[in-house]
């Protein structure tokens, strides 16, 4: 923390299966005191998985949270806190898609919420995907496909993709690799 703001108190508020949420109470250096609100996030990673003629793996998926279907790239939480990103990438990218990757390159580490959450997401970049088999959790229904690196941008600048997980690994990975892509296209 820093001199001016010290946190004197954190109390659990709720345990979930996924996030905890602590109230904490909070001093200022003029005097000032507050209550703010911190959700703990074990950690997740993600992946854009690329087929070899370029095209991008996306799977569609509900989220209660939005009450609709979402398109996003694979991803999931952390198994256990402090398991490597890629670790967790590669299992996702399996299980939701049903390709290994032959290669995972990191893409970005991103933030998703920084005012009360601290869930960190690693994102990959998977290449050589090899075929195996799709193996989703008993509450996942999943569909899975592949789209070109313009058709995503699209999505995104309409509005169709608004997951931030998503939007951002998409960008970052049409501003690093963009070029390569349309070449491979043409």
């Not at 994102?123 to 496909?145: F, G, T």
Request: net charge negative; glycine share 6%; with cysteine.
């Amino acid at each position: 923390m820093s001199n001016e703001i010290r946190r004197v108190k954190r109390e659990l508020a709720y345990k979930g299966v996924v996030i905890d949420v602590y109230k904490d109470y909070m001093e200022f250096e003029n005097g000032n005191t507050a209550e703010w609100d911190f959700i703990h996030h074990d950690g997740a990673a993600a992946v854009v998985p690329v087929m070899e003629d370029g095209r991008i793996l996306m799977v569609r998926q509900y989220r209660n949270a939005l009450e609709r279907y979402t398109l996003e790239i694979p991803a999931g939480k952390l198994d256990r806190p402090g398991e490597p990103g890629a670790e967790c990438a590669a299992r996702e990218l399996e299980e939701e898609t049903g390709f290994r990757a032959g290669r995972l390159d990191w893409l970005i580490t991103l933030r998703t919420t920084v005012a009360f959450c601290n869930e960190k997401i690693d994102i990959y970049v998977a290449r050589e995907l090899i075929p195996s088999m799709q193996n989703l959790d008993e509450d996942e229904y999943i569909s899975v496909k592949a789209y070109t690196l313009d058709e995503l941008m699209k999505k995104i600048y309409s509005g169709e993709i608004e997951d931030s997980k998503t939007v951002s690994a998409v960008l970052a990975y049409a501003l690093k690799y963009g070029e390569e892509q349309r070449t491979k296209m043409e």
